[in-house]
């Protein structure tokens, strides 16, 4: 049976593209509820219709055959899942391909290809799955190479090594998100980190991005999970030990834990695991002021409690997602558990609720599911892929994410979500929907996510995308936020990244890149200006 493709220019399946009527379907019912006006359609582009420049560089025979230059190969490996990538993708522009992409099958291979791209001058892109929305694979690397090599880690995809003793695996970095939990499942384990990405994402990416997953208290990001990791760099293999925890200086694991490809490339972790979870009990929650629910999600995550679920989704997003009519604020709230049942948890964090004006179905609440809270996932789980429809009809969407301490957040999110309507209605000529919910929740404060629908003009999606991701950026930075809370920085962050990281740790960085990567080979402009290619030119 053929290998299921994944879309060369956008999320999921080929098999799951949407049709015309699909499309017009999703792209009604949002601008019903946004008081936007789609476009005509317009379809996705196929890959005839795509023309890429004349690959630069050819790999030596060692390696040919691991190394791939045909259209589809270097089309789906160009660009993220952002909406200037859609964009861009749709206008049939693939301008910035790869030269090569090379699928390794082990870790000598990878050695192999960056001694080959040292040598021959070219800028190397590590890929997971490609499902960046900050501009983290492209390679947009300057004029200072002789070509680009994006390396696909996705062959090196095992579980090898289960201790279930410390309950932890030995895993390669390219094992997609279900393959990883398909191997641990026969152990009664799991690695219990879901981002939305998860279909379509690797542990190593994971990893190298600082996801954020389906926990949203105490293990929120990928971070929390691993105990150790290796890694290839340009100058050598660095392998940390594997270690409940050392108070033996600055972690190496945290060096590499966010570096985005630009250090070098995760090959190997050890990863601490879990039992599968058997008890669960999830709550929907219905606030009229999102005010008081902002303040009942506090008292719950500063309670010690530690929900899995712990989220916030203002009016108009949960009625956007069918979970709603729009009169009430939905608060999601759910616990569970391999070794105990979970009601006692729920019924005080109920309690926390209701002190602050939450109203539920008492009965409902302990329940192991809940409708409306089914609803908001399946509404979750459908995003990525009603993006598609809505980008068919020409309607921007977008998002952002950033964390704020609760002494600020509310005058934070009134902020910036008028400073993000402003710069629409500056931008387009129109005026947008902007949203708010909170992905996670920390004792100290929340991470605030905004999602926003505009209509741009046709021929200009990219310069008004530009304008309102830039007003927006400066106003959360101006207000005290994090550019990103689990995004990533790529290229399109770094601006505000570099506002936002001290000064002297930037050089810090910039002399571990340099002992790690000398002549700046690894995503060249991610984290850290492309001095090489600054240089050339």
């Not at 522009?93 to 040598?119: C, H, K, N």
Request: with cysteine; glycine share 10%.
């Amino acid at each position: 049976m053929a290998e299921a493709r994944r879309k060369f220019w956008g999320w999921g399946l080929e098999s799951e593209t949407l049709d015309e009527a699909g499309a017009a379907r999703i792209a009604r019912r949002v601008a019903s509820l946004t008081g936007l006006d789609p476009g005509p359609y317009r379809a996705p582009p196929a890959i005839d219709e795509v023309s890429l420049p004349t690959p630069r560089v050819s790999p030596p025979a060692a390696l040919a055959a691991l190394c791939r230059s045909d259209d589809y190969s270097r089309a789906s490996h160009t660009y993220g899942k952002s909406y200037p990538d859609y964009v861009r993708a749709w206008a049939r522009d693939f301008a910035a391909a790869p030269d090569m992409v090379a699928w390794p099958e082990d870790e000598a291979d990878v050695v192999a290809l960056l001694d080959w791209a040292g040598a021959a001058g070219l800028a190397v892109i590590p890929y997971g799955a490609g499902s960046t929305v900050v501009g983290g694979v492209e390679a947009e690397v300057g004029a200072g190479y002789a070509g680009t090599l994006t390396i696909d880690l996705t062959r090196l995809d095992r579980v090898l090594e289960i201790d279930r003793s410390s309950r932890a695996a030995r895993i390669q970095g390219g094992v997609l998100g279900p393959a990883l939990e398909a191997q641990l499942r026969p152990a009664g384990l799991t690695l219990r980190h879901f981002p939305q990405s998860f279909a379509f994402s690797t542990l190593g990416g994971w990893i190298a991005t600082r996801s954020g997953g389906h926990y949203a208290t105490l293990y929120t990001h990928i971070d929390e999970f691993v105990e150790s990791l290796r890694t290839v760099t340009p100058a050598g293999v660095l392998e940390s030990r594997r270690l409940p925890g050392s108070g033996a200086g600055p972690s190496p694991d945290r060096l590499m834990i966010g570096s985005e490809g630009s250090l070098g490339i995760i090959t190997e972790a050890w990863m601490r695991l879990q039992d599968r979870p058997t008890h669960r009990a999830s709550a929907a929650l219905r606030f009229a002021d999102f005010g008081g629910a902002a303040a009942a999600l506090r008292a719950v995550g500063q309670a010690g409690l530690y929900p899995t679920n712990l989220r916030l989704v203002d009016s108009e997003e949960a009625r956007l997602a069918g979970a709603g009519d729009g009169s009430f604020h939905l608060a999601v709230l759910a616990f569970e558990s391999a070794d105990h049942p979970v009601d006692a948890w729920m019924a005080h964090a109920l309690e926390c609720m209701a002190d602050h004006g939450a109203g539920f179905d008492s009965d409902a609440a302990l329940r192991a599911r809940d409708p409306l809270a089914d609803a908001w996932r399946e509404a979750f789980i459908r995003a990525p892929y009603d993006r598609e429809g809505l980008i068919a009809h020409g309607l921007l969407h977008d998002t952002f994410e950033t964390a704020i301490t609760w002494d600020r957040f509310e005058e934070f999110h009134a902020g910036v979500k008028a400073a993000t309507e402003a710069a629409i209605v500056e931008a387009t000529g129109r005026p947008g929907h902007v949203t708010c919910r909170f992905t996670h929740v920390y004792p100290d404060g929340p991470a605030p996510y905004f999602t926003y629908h505009a209509k741009p003009t046709p021929g200009a999606e990219i310069e008004q995308w530009r304008a309102i991701k830039s007003a927006a950026s400066d106003a959360l930075i101006r207000a005290g936020g994090t550019i990103t809370h689990h995004h990533a920085v790529g290229r399109d962050h770094m601006p505000w990244y570099e506002a936002q990281r001290p000064a002297l740790f930037g050089e810090a960085l910039a002399a571990a890149k340099r002992a790690l990567d000398p002549d700046e080979i690894l995503n060249p402009g991610v984290l850290l200006p492309p001095r090489r290619a600054a240089a050339a030119g």
